[in-house]
């Protein structure tokens, strides 16, 4: 009897076992590297850098940052790129921290500052790429980076 009793408890455990390596085999997350850009900018004053094109049909996340030592500031956006449509996005403003947000196709849109007194920024170039635009009277230099 005693041995019955210890089968039947083995067998539950062996259920049991079976039950939670299916769930837990299941459950498994695959974890990707994501690809990355870095641009590094020292613009003149009114200058503008080449376009930069995003990662089409899929989330980028872009950072940017001036590093000038009177203007330093940082501001962040998530920017979706549809070829051929349109560049649309959503951030943060460094200066004021105030949000942003739109989708455009027109030359010279606003779509980000990167330093704190609002000169240096992010504007559309076209409805596939944007550029980065000093409007400050001096240099400024700084970093933008897409992840996707």
């Known amino acids: 009897m005693k041995i019955l009793q210890r089968i039947g408890v083995f067998a539950v455990a062996l259920l049991v076992v079976a039950a939670l390596s299916g769930v837990v085999g299941k459950a498994a997350v695959t974890l990707t590297t994501p690809n990355s850009s870095l ?7 009114g200058a503008t850098s080449s376009a930069i094109t995003p990662a089409t049909n899929q989330p980028v996340i872009v950072i940017g940052s001036n590093n000038g030592t009177t203007d330093f500031a940082v501001s962040t ?8 449509v349109m ?7 460094a200066g004021t921290g ?3 947000h739109g989708g455009s196709t027109t030359l010279g849109s ?3 500052y990167l330093d704190q007194s609002d ?3 992010l504007e559309v170039f076209s409805a ?9 009277t001096a240099s400024e230099s700084g970093t ?3 992840i996707w």
């Open 77 to 84: 956006l998530t920017m979706v790129h549809i070829p051929g």
């Open 119 to 121: 000169k240096v920024s």
């Open 87 to 93: 560049l649309r996005w959503v951030g943060i403003e």
């Open 98 to 100: 105030a949000l942003t």
């Open 144 to 146: 933008v980076k897409l």
């Open 39 to 45: 641009i590094n900018y020292t613009l003149g004053a």
């Open 128 to 136: 596939d790429s944007f550029v980065i635009h000093n409007g400050n």
């Open 110 to 112: 606003h779509i980000l």
